[in-house]
């Protein structure tokens, strides 16, 4: 059974940092494809950011720069680092891992107040 927990969500101002987690358990991060997703009230859900197996990051175009993604594959586990976060940032964070089929974690709230 696949497992993805999310930590590290929050309350933060405009142009502050926060550090969110994803342990796995059920899956193992450097055999698979990991990412987070946000979706924002009355949005859909888009990409943050996602790290291959051999360690390649692609990032969507509003965090590109502010936003790092890595993983620690001792502790199975897929890190989100943001920077410079602005109000737009606010939105359900969500862990994902892909193989031949995607898992989702339950989600995180991050609120980044004006």
């Known amino acids: 059974q696949v497992q993805l927990v999310e930590s590290g969500g929050g309350l933060v101002q405009a142009g502050g940092s926060l550090r969110l987690s994803c342990a796995a358990s059920?899956?193992?991060?450097?055999?698979?494809?990991g990412g987070w997703y946000r979706q924002a009230p009355g949005k859909q859900r888009e990409l943050v950011a996602f790290?291959?197996?051999?360690?390649?990051?692609v990032y969507g175009n509003s965090v590109k720069g502010r936003f790092t993604i890595s993983r620690d594959n001792a502790k199975n586990t897929v890190y989100l680092q943001m920077n410079s976060l602005k109000p737009e940032d606010t939105a359900v964070y969500y862990c994902?891992?892909?193989?031949?089929?995607?898992?989702w974690g339950q989600g995180t709230q991050v609120t980044v107040s004006s």
């Open positions: 994902n891992a892909r193989t031949t089929l995607p898992y």
């Open positions: 059920g899956i193992t991060f450097s055999s698979t494809l």
């Open positions: 790290i291959t197996s051999s360690g390649i990051t």
